[in-house]
């Protein structure tokens, strides 16, 4: 596969960025990526101006019926924020530097700590469908990298460090949030698939055995270009069903997304409660 070239990449990003700024002032400090179900809290947002991915030069367009595919510029908690109102994944046939891409585009409009959410499958016993689980580290088993081609300098090194991709400062803020709230939350490895098929039995077993505590979709081509770039990143991601090889049943979608549900409140809690607390 043909990279695109640093002159190629500057020259979208720049067209891009300069769309964003034509249409609103706002400069935020803050990105949030908005997952599967767990959209609605772009609603507790200050919402100052709304921006359609649609309309931005070069942006990827979200094809998930639940994403809704939209830039929200406002205040949370007091913070100066930008929530990705749905997101991209390697399965609807983007490339990873295409996932990538709104995080370099946002990271360059001055964003520098990013909060990611996504919904997973629970493959660790002690996790139900509705609980939310803090990322302390994730697997890479998309087959892919969005830092694979040219490496632009400007942006970050060309062989990264890996050793703290979850800023653990962020982590342990998190940690207090969900205390003083009385919020139960699992802390555990993230484990990024290809999809759109469900994992059979063997790989789950086989993704349990290598260490994964849940195992999802996205989320691992927008940490490594924030990490390339030096960004702090926190992860949450919302268990929508039980992955246990013995006890397997067919997905059910709706099901997945009343688990989103029921999971979302207590992220945006943990996710309000920490900017409040930066």
């Known amino acids: 596969m043909q990279r695109e070239t640093v ?7 720049d067209k891009a960025l300069g ?7 706002a400069r935020p400090d803050y990105l949030i990526i908005l997952g599967t179900g767990l959209g609605h809290l772009g609603n507790k947002i200050e919402i100052r101006d709304t921006v359609s991915y649609a309309d931005i030069p070069h942006f990827p367009v979200s094809t998930v019926e639940s994403h809704a595919g939209r830039l929200i510029f406002g205040m949370l908690s007091g913070r100066k924020v930008v929530a990705m109102q749905g997101r991209f994944h390697y399965y609807e046939g983007y490339t990873m530097q295409q996932i990538a891409f709104p995080v370099r585009v946002l990271n360059a409009l001055g964003t520098e700590t990013m909060i990611v959410s996504n919904a997973c499958g629970g493959m660790h016993p002690h996790y139900k469908s509705g609980d939310i689980m803090l990322i302390s580290d994730h697997i890479n088993m998309l087959g892919d990298n969005p830092l694979i081609g040219p490496n632009d ?4 090194p060309r062989f990264p460090d890996m050793s703290e991709p979850y800023t653990q400062r962020l982590q342990e803020l998190a940690e207090r949030v969900a205390l003083d709230n009385a919020i139960k939350m699992h802390k555990g490895v993230y484990l990024a698939l290809s999809g759109p098929t469900m994992e059979t039995r063997a790989e789950y077993r086989f993704l349990r055995m290598i260490g994964a505590d849940v195992v999802g979709m996205s989320t691992v081509p927008e940490v490594i270009a924030a990490v390339h770039m030096g960004m702090d990143v926190l992860g949450i991601s919302a268990v929508t069903d039980e992955c246990l090889p013995d006890a397997l049943e067919p997905i059910d979608i709706e099901k997945v997304l009343k688990a989103a549900e029921i999971a979302e409140p207590k992220m945006t809690q943990v996710i309000m409660g920490v900017l409040e607390r930066l």
């Open 19 to 25: 769309y964003i700024r034509e249409q609103t002032d």
């Open 153 to 156: 300098e400007e942006l970050g």
């Open 7 to 13: 002159k190629e990449f500057r020259e979208k990003r």
